[in-house]
């Protein structure tokens, strides 16, 4: 596989990741009160590192995030897990990371734009 | 706690809001009970009071214990109260209205303050992401 596709796959893994991120932090929220509901979360950054460490060519599409329910977060009397200040957190981080990745995007269009400008002159 | 420092701040203010939520229920509880003459023990309530800790230097806050005030009770004159004792006296919780109410001032204002910072900060990572564009 061509560096070009590489970067483009790399943020468009990460994007789908953030998406997923997303989507369980606000089915968190939803179930705020919900009794016996415990929390999800998404793995992706540690699946990532991994697959960047491994020696050879990695095939970035293949990393795919994975929901999970954390066992050791302190259960409330109702049996609920969810902490909404702590999920507000998530989501600004989730936000932040969001947004590199986009920005990132955006650049890496601008630079093959940049190419094919030159290339039709 | 998890590898990106970039996100430490995001945290440790995270720490602050769920602490001052905490003692925001403490509270609760003692101006519900401030009338509670039979808490169970066969004693009136008796004032809770939230002990906060930090693990090291950078690092967030969190309660440490939940303490009960060990100072004495309020002696109201109420002969027919069913808890009153035999000179008509009876023992109310040492929860001082005022006091809770300063501690709820406190803790709304810490509260803020930890959202003032998570904002600032969330800027400052935002403002970092414009050299991106």
Do not use: W
Request: a negative charge.
């Amino acid at each position: 596989m061509s560096k070009t596709n590489s970067i483009l796959d790399l943020i468009e893994t990460g994007i789908k990741a953030e998406n997923l991120r997303q989507k369980a932090i606000a089915n968190n929220i939803s179930n705020l009160e919900t009794s016996g509901y415990r929390r999800i979360d998404v793995e992706f950054e540690k699946l990532l590192a991994k697959c960047l460490n491994s020696a050879g060519e990695v095939d970035l599409s293949k990393i795919e995030p994975q929901v999970y329910r954390p066992k050791q977060t302190p259960v409330k009397s109702n049996g609920n897990d969810v902490d909404f200040e702590a999920e507000v957190g998530e989501m600004i981080k989730n936000t932040l990371r969001h947004k590199a990745y986009i920005r990132l995007l955006s650049k890496k269009y601008r630079q093959i734009e940049l190419a094919m400008d030159v290339g039709g002159r | 706690m998890e590898v990106d420092n970039v996100f430490d701040p995001i945290d440790i203010t995270i720490s602050g809001l769920r602490a001052q939520g905490k003692q925001m229920e403490i509270i609760s509880s003692n101006v519900a009970n401030a009338r509670t003459t039979d808490a169970g023990r066969g004693e009136p309530y008796r004032r809770l009071e939230a002990v906060f800790k930090s693990d090291g230097d950078i690092e967030g806050v969190k309660i440490d214990k939940i303490l009960t005030d060990m100072s004495d009770f309020l002696k109201v004159f109420d002969p027919g109260n069913p808890h009153a004792d035999e000179d008509g006296y009876v023992a109310m919780p040492n929860v001082n209205l005022p006091v809770e109410m300063m501690n709820l001032n406190i803790a709304t204002r810490m509260y803020q303050a930890n959202v003032a910072v998570l904002r600032r900060y969330q800027q400052m990572v935002e403002t970092t992401l414009e050299l991106l564009r």
